[in-house]
């Protein structure tokens, strides 16, 4: 696969030290969000343990971003900047996590409930997981990165939201962005290219949904993704190694 970096068991097994920190953060953070708790607090909590873990935070400075998580709430799609913003029941929180560990970049991100959420960001939230999961069980050797983007544009369809299309998926490695892109719907004229998944490709397949529209748009901070009706939105993602039967996840506890 052309500009594609097939992983060594080795460099699989550093990603998977990488992937133990994202994964320990984000349960972190989760017990930790709370109404009344800063997303600044999160960050600071966030990024200590990585450094403490051996690790360097994945985020933290690429491209200028200015902290170690992002930190998303209600109609922020992705990239949220933590800071003085304090968390309220009934918000969704969007946390997104990489860690680097001896040179190898893990990625994954949950959505976490603040207290009671509506029915419909409860539904939301489990769409958005189910579809995550359907595209990693669509994962192995052989099959093309549109077979995964199928997986996950039905299950988020099939339950009438909307998948975000301005951003998608990514390879992973040495580099925390690196081919192939790994969108999470499928349509003529999406990618130039769909290429097949080799054992020791290690890809983050990241399903960020909406409610309303699909369209987005950037904040004037640069980075805060929002949808462009004000709708909520849910984000989960996982780092996965291809392997001959399926996709082994890597940012698990």
Known sequence: MTGIEVKTPAQVAQMRQAGRLVAEVLDLVAGMARAGVTTEQLDRAAEGHIVAGGGRPSFKGYRGF???ICASLNEEVVHGIPGARVLCDGDLL???VGAQWQGYHADAAVTVPIGDVSAEAQRLLETTRAALYAGIAAVRAG????QVSAAVQKVVEDN???VVT???GHGIGRALHEEPRVPNFVRAGWM??????????AIAIEPMVNVGTHRTAVLPNGWTVVTRDGSLSAHFEHTV?????GAVLLTLP
Not at 143 to 146: D, E, G, L, M, T
Not at 192 to 201: I, Y
């Open 66 to 68: 200015p902290a170690s």
């Open 94 to 96: 969007k946390v997104d």
């Open 166 to 168: 301005d951003y998608t």
């Open 192 to 201: 130039s290219s769909d290429p097949v998944l080799e054992r020791g490709t």
């Open 143 to 146: 099959v093309r990165v549109s």
């Open 160 to 162: 009438g939201f909307r």
């Open 241 to 245: 190694a291809v392997e001959e039967q």
